[in-house]
């Protein structure tokens, strides 16, 4: 039975491979069939189905997207605007300035984000960011203005962040209430894996959730602060910002004197290397000249 088997195969290869691809496609079809047909609530498994193996809200990472712009949103009076200012400061001395610029920070319930000191030929540089509250920021300004010798440059930046904000809180919405769709369907959840499939939606779900939770405080954060980066310095040509007269006499000579230092360095180095062959090239010389008086001698001879 099984030779006539494989006889009628090797002679009907076309048949039996269509016969192969009916059989694969009827199983996926009654695979994919509703479950009404083979019993239970057909609202219950459809609904199952729905999140089974399925991203919630396909399309949304989990970062809001930087490229897409939020529709605007010209009817809310509370605007979110997030403003940074920049600071060119020149000060009798920096260490003083920034230790003054620390303490005022705190009396206005302001903190230090990042300070760097640097000290050069020059003189002493330093950049110094910090954060206050919003409408601390012209009593700071006017602050930072009355303890400098001149404020080279000043520039506030700010940046309308509503519509982005308002944007977020409309997909949280929709997110926290597809959970609730959910968690309700996992009541009606009558099998361990149907559990596993629609939990497993859930926790993708709340994933999103934090991460616009997370978005919308670090953007209350930076509404309700401002940013300051100021630049200290006892030297003008160090801040940046570079003024119409420029010229110095005082630094180009530093500059001159310091070529001239590097060069005479060079001659020095070339001379040690000068010092050290010299005597191996002497040698080397005497021992040509004798090669050639002998060689000399011999040809008279």
Not at 208 to 215: A, E, V
């Amino acid at each position: 039975m099984v030779n006539k088997i494989f006889t009628w195969v090797k002679t009907h290869k076309l048949l039996t491979f269509n016969i192969l691809i009916a059989v694969f496609l009827l199983s996926k079809i009654f695979a994919y069939l509703p479950r009404t047909f083979l019993g239970g609530s057909a609202v219950q498994y459809s609904e199952m189905d729905s999140y089974r193996g399925v991203t919630p809200l396909a399309g949304l990472s989990n970062s809001y997207p930087a490229a897409r712009k939020a529709a605007p949103q010209p009817d809310v009076t509370d605007r979110k605007v997030v403003v940074e200012s920049n600071f060119s400061l020149l000060v009798k001395n920096v260490t003083e300035t920034v230790e003054t610029i620390k303490q005022k920070t705190l009396q206005v319930a302001g903190y230090v984000v990042n300070t760097n000191i640097s000290r050069s030929e020059y003189g002493e540089n330093a950049v110094l960011t910090i954060r206050v509250p919003s409408e601390k920021v012209d009593e700071m300004s006017q602050y930072l203005r009355a303890i400098s010798v001149k404020v080279v440059s000043e520039n506030v930046d700010g940046r309308d962040v509503t519509d982005e904000y308002i944007d977020i809180e409309r997909r949280l919405g929709d997110l926290e209430a597809q959970r609730a769709r959910m968690m309700a369907i996992l009541d009606k959840a009558t099998t361990v894996r149907e559990m596993l499939d629609v939990q497993n939606a859930i926790d993708q779900v709340q994933n999103q959730i934090d991460s616009y939770k997370g978005q919308l405080l670090y953007m209350d954060g930076t509404t309700k602060t401002s940013k300051l980066t100021i630049y200290i310095s006892t030297d003008e040509l160090a801040l940046p910002y570079t003024p119409q007269k420029s010229w110095r006499p005082e630094v180009i000579f530093k500059q001159a004197v310091r070529s001239m230092l590097t060069t005479l360095q060079k001659i020095g180095t070339a001379g040690i290397w000068i010092a050290v062959y010299l005597p191996i090239v002497a040698v080397a010389w005497l021992v040509i000249k004798i090669i050639k008086r002998a060689r000399g001698k011999k040809t008279e001879q």
